[in-house]
């Protein structure tokens, strides 16, 4: 026994209550370890659901996917089925997809356009705004039911910023802006670059990988990983391109990219500094020559450079808590819990309806690019990770504090904290408030 003593990393572990008092701030240290169970712990990702997906504003669609009145989008939220609608005065509203009768989901269509919803279990029908509007057999019903008690429940909070709609279940949440902050600027860098007036979200594509949807929202704000994790694309391009391209831009700290958090759960990884030209930049993708020869021709130069660097990556990862994360040049993606140990990313594209094809295609080409490549590799970490933390309780501390007590974080006037680029910084700050959000005394809710 006594040799194998020096080999002992450190003392047997205490069982660590994973809810203690509704207390969190055990699970998450001050020197930047992160205990293992708020990644595998059913009981904790059940909590999320309500004070996190509950508590917050979390992102639900972009305006431009119901364009016009009636259309509707279902989607999750926290694991709540969700039907965002457009009414007939052109609001949005997001109705919870559960009958009022006996709980049945009211509608079945991913997207579509409906003025009403009618239930396929005994027919009651609800309008688009929520409204009850009939109930079968209605006499059988006594002279104390109350229709309109009746109605779907429906979002107490609604907001949106450039097209972006937010929702929250708790109607105390602060005003969105206040929500995103120092955010909201670089929502509108991307906005005002990338993005015309006829900007237009499309679907590009889903994948689901079988681990906590915090690891997906960590690794977006992660640059450390890319040299290593994506080695087989970099070095792919490197041998088919040269160097100059997509990824080489980070070899390490000496660079002027930055990671910042910007407060409420937000982060970004700020690779502008690096990327002058997105168009330069990105990695050769097919029909690159041929689309940019047209733009040429089409255009003149000044203005061909334009569209082209409107379709590369743009250099910004804009995470927002907890669901979301804008890459630059207007894509996005949507994190969906599904459980402790499973997550859907549903990605999305931005097409300019007032800009030439050719910008259109190739802003589709990229995004084949690196997400359809770069992802699975991110994925196949996230299961791995998720399979060592949730099998080995002798080892409990995840370890974020890479740049802490070091000269390379600053503090600036408007609260954001800037580090060096592969710094945890941005992935500590969520955390801090995941615990506020955890720990807070929310009261999730519907209006009907
Ligand atoms: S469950 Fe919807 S009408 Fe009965
Ligand atoms: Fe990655």
Redesign the pocket.
């Given at each position: 026994m006594a040799d194998i003593q020096p080999l002992l990393r450190r003392p047997a572990p205490q069982p660590l209550a994973s809810n203690e008092n509704g207390r969190f701030d055990h699970l998450v240290r001050p020197d930047g370890m992160v205990h293992r169970t708020v990644f595998t712990d059913p009981a904790i990702f059940e909590r999320e659901m309500t004070q996190v997906f509950g508590g917050t504003w979390v992102f639900l669609l972009h305006a431009s996917e119901i364009p016009n009145t009636n259309d509707f989008k279902c989607i999750t939220v926290g694991r709540r089925p969700v039907i965002v609608t457009r009414d007939a005065n052109g609001d949005i509203r997001a109705l919870m997809n559960r009958?009022t009768?006996?709980?049945?989901t009211?509608c079945l269509q991913a997207q579509g356009n409906a003025s009403r919803f009618q239930?396929a279990?005994?027919?009651?029908s609800f309008s688009n705004t929520g409204e009850l509007l009939t109930v079968t057999f209605a006499e059988g019903y006594g002279p104390g039911f109350d229709k309109a008690a009746h109605n779907l429940g429906r979002f107490p909070r609604i907001e949106t910023h450039g097209g972006y709609v937010f929702g929250s279940l708790n109607p105390d949440v602060e005003p969105l802006p206040e929500w995103l902050g120092p955010a909201r600027a670089m929502m509108d860098w991307s906005l005002t670059a990338f993005t015309t007036p006829g900007a237009r979200v499309v679907r590009s594509s889903s994948m689901v990988f079988n681990a906590n949807w915090k690891l997906q929202n960590d690794n977006n704000g992660d640059m450390y990983h890319v040299p290593f994790t994506h080695r087989s694309i970099a070095q792919m391009t490197a041998e088919r391109h040269g160097a100059g391209k997509a990824l080489d831009h980070f070899r390490g700290d000496k660079t002027p990219m930055v990671v910042q958090y910007v407060g409420h759960g937000h982060k970004l990884i700020d690779q502008r500094p690096a990327i002058p030209s997105p168009w330069e930049r990105a990695r050769p993708v097919p029909g690159r020559e041929a689309y940019s020869q047209a733009l040429h021709e089409g255009f003149g130069p000044e203005q061909a450079q334009h569209y082209l660097n409107m379709t590369g990556r743009a250099g910004i990862n804009l995470i927002l808590y907890p669901n979301m994360i804008i890459s630059g040049a207007g894509s996005f993606n949507v994190y969906e819990p599904v459980a402790v140990d499973k997550t859907i990313v549903h990605s999305y594209s931005v097409v300019l309806d007032d800009a030439p094809m050719a910008v259109n295609a190739l802003k589709s080409r990229f995004l084949e690019d690196f997400a359809g490549f770069g992802y699975r590799d991110d994925n196949e970490i996230f299961e791995r990770i998720q399979h060592s933390l949730s099998t080995i309780p002798e080892m409990e501390w995840v370890d974020f504090s890479k740049g802490l007590g070091t000269d390379r974080e600053s503090v600036g006037a408007d609260g954001t904290i800037t580090g060096a680029v592969s710094d945890e910084t941005g992935i500590r700050g969520a955390y801090q408030y995941w615990v506020e959000l955890m720990e807070r005394d929310v009261h999730p809710c519907v209006l009907t």
């Amino acid at each position: 026994m006594a040799d194998i003593q020096p080999l002992l990393r450190r003392p047997a572990p205490q069982p660590l209550a994973s809810n203690e008092n509704g207390r969190f701030d055990h699970l998450v240290r001050p020197d930047g370890m992160v205990h293992r169970t708020v990644f595998t712990d059913p009981a904790i990702f059940e909590r999320e659901m309500t004070q996190v997906f509950g508590g917050t504003w979390v992102f639900l669609l972009h305006a431009s996917e119901i364009p016009n009145t009636n259309d509707f989008k279902c989607i999750t939220v926290g694991r709540r089925p969700v039907i965002v609608t457009r009414d007939a005065n052109g609001d949005i509203r997001a109705l919870m997809n559960r009958c009022t009768h006996r709980g049945t989901t009211v509608c079945l269509q991913a997207q579509g356009n409906a003025s009403r919803f009618q239930c396929a279990y005994h027919g009651w029908s609800f309008s688009n705004t929520g409204e009850l509007l009939t109930v079968t057999f209605a006499e059988g019903y006594g002279p104390g039911f109350d229709k309109a008690a009746h109605n779907l429940g429906r979002f107490p909070r609604i907001e949106t910023h450039g097209g972006y709609v937010f929702g929250s279940l708790n109607p105390d949440v602060e005003p969105l802006p206040e929500w995103l902050g120092p955010a909201r600027a670089m929502m509108d860098w991307s906005l005002t670059a990338f993005t015309t007036p006829g900007a237009r979200v499309v679907r590009s594509s889903s994948m689901v990988f079988n681990a906590n949807w915090k690891l997906q929202n960590d690794n977006n704000g992660d640059m450390y990983h890319v040299p290593f994790t994506h080695r087989s694309i970099a070095q792919m391009t490197a041998e088919r391109h040269g160097a100059g391209k997509a990824l080489d831009h980070f070899r390490g700290d000496k660079t002027p990219m930055v990671v910042q958090y910007v407060g409420h759960g937000h982060k970004l990884i700020d690779q502008r500094p690096a990327i002058p030209s997105p168009w330069e930049r990105a990695r050769p993708v097919p029909g690159r020559e041929a689309y940019s020869q047209a733009l040429h021709e089409g255009f003149g130069p000044e203005q061909a450079q334009h569209y082209l660097n409107m379709t590369g990556r743009a250099g910004i990862n804009l995470i927002l808590y907890p669901n979301m994360i804008i890459s630059g040049a207007g894509s996005f993606n949507v994190y969906e819990p599904v459980a402790v140990d499973k997550t859907i990313v549903h990605s999305y594209s931005v097409v300019l309806d007032d800009a030439p094809m050719a910008v259109n295609a190739l802003k589709s080409r990229f995004l084949e690019d690196f997400a359809g490549f770069g992802y699975r590799d991110d994925n196949e970490i996230f299961e791995r990770i998720q399979h060592s933390l949730s099998t080995i309780p002798e080892m409990e501390w995840v370890d974020f504090s890479k740049g802490l007590g070091t000269d390379r974080e600053s503090v600036g006037a408007d609260g954001t904290i800037t580090g060096a680029v592969s710094d945890e910084t941005g992935i500590r700050g969520a955390y801090q408030y995941w615990v506020e959000l955890m720990e807070r005394d929310v009261h999730p809710c519907v209006l009907t």
